[in-house]
């Protein structure tokens, strides 16, 4: 299945040959890039897309990413349960979490995809707190960065970094805000994942965000199949779009794009340990 990819170049661009970009959260695992996820990775890399990270959602899901792991040398992997998926699952699967943490965890770059969801419907809310107090807290006791899913939470999660004086970072998955709610995520040692938000003209509270806020704070991701770009809407979003989310930033930030390029995936290494 071929999606049209989006190669459009900025002011700034530069060749695809010099390119290389990072994508710090892409859901290959599921549907619909789970049927072809090795076509779509080599769509990816056509457009300059060298590295993935690839979170679960849940424990379902963390087998196979280990696998994954072991075949692809640039797939590298989160592993926990996300808060979409927390009322549905026994805490007793962060017994397995650990286990793996203890056994795999060179495999392991971070846990997530973690977090709070206040969208969702109130009576998940105690659920998804323990789910996410008690992965930060295995994260911390293994000493992994963190991949942070928020909807109206970001408060909360916050206070339960601080609560737990948690010092792993990670990064924040699909920053939307202002430069004040960024830079309180910075401050505990947290990069952002710049994602298609960036690219609706209406996002101009976070696209302003970003022209301000420091580089080294800044990753790159496109949460594929989830969140189209602007233009791409109905469609399943995937890895090779990173390069639009790339060009946008570019229009937004002063630094020429091939150090912006180079500094995004040093970003992402440093936060993933890699």
Known sequence: MNTPINTSTSRQAVSNDNLCLFDTHCHLNL???????F??????????????LIPAVEQANWQRLLVWRQQQANWHIALGVHP???DAEPLTVLTEL?????????QIAAVGE??????????????????????LALAKQYRKPVILHHRKSQPALLAELKRQQFTEGGILHAFSGSQQQAMAFIDLGFKLG???????????KTRN????????????ETDAPAMPLNGFQGQANTPAQLLAVFNALSELRVEPAAQLAAALWQNSH?????
């Open 31 to 37: 549907a619909p890039l789970a049927t072809e996820p």
């Open 39 to 52: 076509v779509y990775f080599q769509q990816a890399v056509d457009v300059g897309v060298n590295a993935l």
């Open 84 to 86: 979409w998926w927390a």
């Open 98 to 106: 650990e286990r793996l943490l203890q056994t795999q965890t060179e």
């Open 114 to 135: 973690i977090g709070l969801d206040f969208a969702l419907a109130e009576e998940t809310f105690a659920k998804q707190q323990q789910f996410f107090s008690a992965q």
């Open 194 to 204: 710049i994602g298609g938000t960036i690219t609706y003209p209406r996002s101009e």
């Open 209 to 220: 965000a970003v022209t301000k806020l420091p580089l080294s704070a800044l990753v790159l």
């Open 270 to 274: 440093t936060v993933l340990r890699l």
